[in-house]
């Protein structure tokens, strides 16, 4: 009976040596995503550059008109001023927001008593156009700085606590039954299970809430005060001169830029476990 020989195979080292160099490395598959947004903008610029040139500069300025803008604006101070005041507005409005949404959407998630009563205002105020609510709370706060914030809050809050509430209702029954074996309270519960669990959803209610208070400071500042970015849109908007409107609204889509960074910053610092599992999936 002869003997078969032992399929020979690579070293464990080798292996793995190959698994290695065979699949891109963190830091490659990161430049080649910046390599590809950095193309894309180029080509995005490239076209509007050549398509602007074709077009009456009223109807459409091209990137180096609205750079030329920008530039004047910040000369004049004028963007400065305007920037300053739009962060105020939506950073008080958006952290009443958020602590205001987080807190409700918590109650409504841990008692179903409370989303009991609170889900008929919830789903009504969803569904109301809430730019319409704007000559209200004009009359109710004035055309001030007050005014601009709540604003900011009616729109942005809605979101979050929606998706805070249905973060802490999904938080599986075993882990709470557990809690309850260890017979933990009921902040002990919240604190250490409910909450670490309702994280992503949370975050995922601030991003969409952010975005709908951007929206609000917006036009907080062209129907309430016209002042801030709001006030120089409605201003450049009204006199056509297209190249420092675009030169606006760039600035505008920055401030949200700006505080999304911030939310990434604080889950991050905070939350580490929630940012590292949202950077695998993305990667």
């Keep these: 009976m002869s003997e078969q ?83 105020a507005d939506l950073t008080l409005g958006f952290a009443l927001a958020a602590l ?25 105020m969803q569904a109301t156009p ?6 209200l709370i004009v009359v109710w706060f004035g055309i001030g700085y007050e005014a601009r914030v709540a604003v900011v809050f009616v729109l942005g809050v809605w979101s979050i606590i929606i998706n805070t509430s249905t973060g802490v209702k999904a938080t599986p029954k075993l882990l709470m039954e557990v809690a309850e074996t260890y017979h933990l309270s009921t902040l002990q519960q919240l604190r250490t299970i409910s909450l670490p669990f309702a994280v992503p959803y949370i975050f995922s209610g601030l991003r969409i809430g952010l975005g709908k208070a951007l ?13 801030g970015l709001g006030g120089l ?30 939310l990434d910053i604080i889950m991050a610092r905070f939350f580490p476990w929630v940012h590292a599992t949202s950077s695998r999936h993305q990667a």
């Design 100 to 124: 205001v949404g987080v807190a409700v959407g918590v109650a409504m998630g841990r008692s179903r008593t409370i989303e009991q009563v609170l889900n008929p205002y919830i789903n009504f």
């Design 5 to 87: 020989a032992a399929p020979v195979t690579a070293p464990a080292v080798v292996r793995s040596s190959r698994a290695t160099y065979g699949r891109p490395s963190r830091m490659r598959r990161i430049a080649r995503g910046v390599g590809v947004q950095v193309l894309s903008v180029t080509v995005f610029l490239l076209l509007w550059q050549w398509v602007g040139g074709q077009m009456n500069p009223i109807l459409l300025a091209t990137p180096t008109a609205v750079m030329a803008a920008f530039v004047d604006l910040v000369a004049t101070n004028q963007l400065q001023s305007a920037f300053v005041m739009a962060m």
């Design 215 to 227: 929206i609000g400071m917006v036009i907080a500042e062209m129907e309430v005060s016209v002042v």
């Design 233 to 262: 849109l409605n201003d450049y908007g009204m006199e056509f001169k297209t190249a420092y409107l675009l030169a606006g609204i760039v600035t505008a889509s920055m401030v949200g830029v700006i505080t999304a960074v911030g």
């Design 130 to 135: 809430l730019v319409a609510l704007v000559p």
